[in-house]
């Protein structure tokens, strides 16, 4: 039990921090939300590609699911920046001088 919840949150960094080095420009997320919306996508990817009807006959390490993965991870990181939006103290062009 605590060694798969260990993995998974190992996992979720790794996809969390492919996922914020493939997407441009900057995100400000933390490590801890990155982590999250990492195993969340790890999971939801593993999840659709088993669904999709992928099977690893030949064993060994399942790149397709860990890709897509991946790129689940890159659009929960950009819902996830566009829902909190970069907050800001001041805004464009309201400098009082």
Known sequence: MIGTILSALIIGLI??????LIM???QNIGV????????LGAFIGSWL???LGYSNSNGGWEVI????G??????LIAIYVGITGRKSGTTR???VR
């Open 15 to 20: 996809v969390g921090a492919l996922a914020r």
């Open 24 to 26: 441009p420009g900057k």
């Open 32 to 39: 801890i939300m990155t982590v999250i919306l990492g195993a």
């Open 70 to 75: 991946i790129i689940v991870a890159i659009v």
């Open 49 to 51: 590609t088993y669904q």
């Open 93 to 95: 062009g309201s400098a």
């Open 65 to 68: 699911p860990f890709l897509v």
